[in-house]
């Protein structure tokens, strides 16, 4: 066995261990390395001895050796990385309600509902101009139309615009109009792609894929962090597993896990993570909980009537009730969310 | 029931269908589409209708209309059940703590966390005495001797006694000591031994099966309840996904969907549910905020020499301010959760 | 399509959704249960009408009918497609063999492995000379370089050669040197590339993302047909599960399923599938058994020292082991794969 | 990084690792175990280094040192196990095939299936009398009765009898009738009921369940063995993956993957692995080309009217063709399936 201590273990916490080791019967090598400290545990394999190790005290882990992303991890930079675009603020306390329709599908539709979400307390606009839908059959977005009325729900309210991105080709165009912009869960690995937004100006928030690590994700954000582009916000937004009476599952203890190995802000969709608009508030309430930076939720004026992502959409009144009770959990847990009547242009 | 018939099915296929359909005891819609026919089956639910159906001749899929559960079902009772047993209280706005170490390892360590934990604000004691281990070679559990000295902790402190039981068995013996009976994850199909404690007079803590579906888990409630014991927790502790690095994955959208779906009360156990404590108090918090009726939570007076667990166990100071977190969340939303003082014996 | 009602749905829901499918220009069949009320939908299928649908009031769930993919499906076209270029020949009946590094590396290298593949009975040349790699930090492949080492591999073996292309605006360089294009896994669902791919002349190896459904797989290719390429081959390659033994869990009851919903040929990669080399032969061989009509497997002339993907690469005598026991099984079951001597330039 | 050299590995294969390591910039310590030899490489992280060491000569494993199974361990006995009982022989090139209904329904159900499938060349006759039923409302089977019918068919046919037992206080009763105990998926970690069948004199077949990992399943397997039970089949029957298509994924590659790992038989079940009677031969034969020892398969006279399974079982003419393309794929792979008119009482 490897037991791994923390970069700043003290000799003490070593010497430590090591006698935990001895303790278990086992012969301790000490190996000290460039970075770290291992201690490799000899002889025959006692029970317990692993779990038991692992809460040690400045035992990181007890086997695997090095994270593979450097720029992304806390071990490089250890404060929270905050993210300010115009309206919208990220990270280091600061909690960002991203809100609006899964797709731009009018000058009625997206300028309503940015009143009424920026109303309710919402910091930015969401809105799909370029939509990556499964079927080649269904709706596809706006395109440059969709870009153009969210600029003008951005010039009539002050919200800031997150848009998707979807092809490297794309990457100007949208970031013309845009003040994120949005690499999706399918497009996590597209690797082209992560290298054009990291060449762009603006932040992205990137989205977990479906099947994604970890490791994977802060290795896609590595990408774009690698091309010089610092502002990178995670997303969590659900994973494919055997469950069927969610559209995805989505696991908040990657809001605190990230916490603890990136500086990176990380926002959670409640939308996308259930699949339905009857449970999208409390998971949203329970992101804040765990401690997101963030929320991205869908919202539309008819959600019966949506273009798409209909069912997992809340009306105006189902978003306000939302946002109040996450702000009430938010200011419980010490934390901050600006409240509707602060936000000015 | 929804008989869905290829797109190429023959009349007399589906003419046959329709007599198997009726005879079931069953009405047959036959609804010729543009492209297939479907065949509505109408009636009260048969057992093996679907299962029988799905392999006639000519047909594609069978779709079920109806929840295959019945007395956990919301829609026979509407209103939410709250279960009291001693000290602890859960369901119906009543917010339950339940907290111990994973294994009763001695007089001193259980008396010394129930003390500790119930000053923190628990409302019941948690504690294996039969220990299902993945090993052969992994510690057991004192058995009976565990049994006892929980009870012991009971009598010096008042909180009621969770504990596990793994055998039909045993069932006598540990109802004989503990005032709820935990059924493990691995055990939530263990037929028999749902049957068993559906028999006994103890309320019933049911853990999720590691890869169970909500149908599955309401089913096996169903089991208990279905022998007349109407006190049945459910307990989400998580699922097996590909997620790595957490020791399951914690699927928080499952408090709202159930409490949606059954009136019975949900409990999380965020310790199996992340298998590090360094993440157990963020999910305890996400969960109260997600709605759950309670918390079951590993606590240990000294995690790194636990005989099982000790790296997701907590400490009592870690215990403490977890609880005191959950607190004003349960608060902020409206919910009570006792505070330590307020318990007496 | 069917809509089924919650049990305590009104009259006046029931009568809402019945104008709402109507509205969709479809005609409604309302059969009242027992228990609840279904409205079935019958019509062509419009677009959005299930999304949309679900999130009418008093619905519990809307249940499709039909497939959603068309060109692709068995029902349009019932006779398997046979694809043929060059020296590899895939699908009804007859068994393809594309064999190659995981990365080309060096003239040397691809030429080796060429010879080596194609003496041991391969149809068909794989190596990549863009390689998708999850870190930035990774062997990125040698770009166009790679390509013109593939052409000449080609030209002293005869081998038509697959490789991957990851990027819209690499489509045509790509185009200009391979016979087949590959899109990767992780681009399964970059729809702006399966465009791309569809307007070139090539035939495409589509793999399964890692958590793709069939109905996912079957649109991606949708999307590439619905352009006017006819030629699309689907490869399996493993999924992301909870198994850590393998590095994918590789599903090989997709081959039949899949010969039973399309008539696209599907070939097997077990390399990725499983992740170890000491796995592939036998997959290969279930593969074959299953009713794949090809394979794709990793060969290195040194898997120690490749520069990607060693630990799942077959060396020369494994690759001639395998393709050996492959073809007395194919043989067994009436398929005829060509053995090395009766291939020619 | 830690790379764990085999148990036999030679001084040189040591010696080239260590170079390896070194070649790698990093500085190597060799630890001789009590067991085996680890080497600690430290330094910086170098791409592919962990990948590149994996498939290094001797090398069995880079990081986790010790498989926690012992005597289920191939590496504890090398040469497989043969189970012979009665008409039964499985292991060691020698290939059992297990046909039957999922529920003893009727003597004439399971008689004539008893003999159809012996005539087709079955070796064991497989049959439900305690049912593990997800709704406490599905027929639960005959009981002690189906034990005297499956006792009966073996009196006329000559096959042993294998079957369910589902608690510790039927272990008794169900090893009077069955020549094979069977502990299903859903009670692979009831821990008291495999001490129980491993106090039993009868051979077990321990299914796998659906979130089993590798390591539990053989440490499910070693609680029965640590009882002085040394004739334990494992079965693979299929994972809970996010998959639909079928009822289960069935990933094959666990049957090498266990011929590796342990020395004990491993059988596949392709019905409840499929779920859907038109993908059962298609996997049947491809399990025989992975490697599998046996198959175990649903067969019932008339699918459409069975109590239970229907839609995955064979009627007995498709069973027999698929034991014809399973006979001739083992004798391509130079295995030995008995054809039916060898076999005798």
New interface residues.
Partial sequence: ??VVMEKGASREQVQHMVE?VEGLGLKA?V?V???RT?I?A????R??AK??L????GVASV????A???VASREVKPEPTQITVGSLSLGAGSVGLIAGPCSVESEEQIVSTARAVKAAGATALRGGAFK????????QGLKEQGLKLLAQARDETGLAVVTEV?????VDLVASYADVLQVGA??M?????LEAVGNSKRPVLLKR???A????LL?AA??IL?EGNPNVILCERG????????RF?????????LH?KTHLPIVVDPSH??GH???VA??A???????ADGLIVEVHPD?????????Q?LNFAQFREMAE?CR??A???GKTMAPAELLTR
């Fill in positions: 066995m490897i935990r090598h190996i390395g460039t970075e291992v490799a000899v002889g025959e394999k029970e317990h779990e038991s692992e809460s040690g005290p086997l695997p050796i090095l593979p992303y450097k990556p839908r499964t079927s080649p059959y269904s709706f979807m092809s490297t080709d794309e399918r497009n690995q597209n690797y082209r792609l894929g479906a099947s690590t970890m490791d994977e290795l590595e990408y690698n994973i494919r597993t055997f469950e069927e009476h969610t599952t989505l696991p908040l203890a990657t809001v605190p896990y603890h993570g259930t608009a009857y449970l409390d998971m309430v329970a992101a804040i909980a765990a401690g959600p019966e009537r949506a273009l798409s992502d209909g069912y959409s009770r009430r959990v200011e419980a847990l």
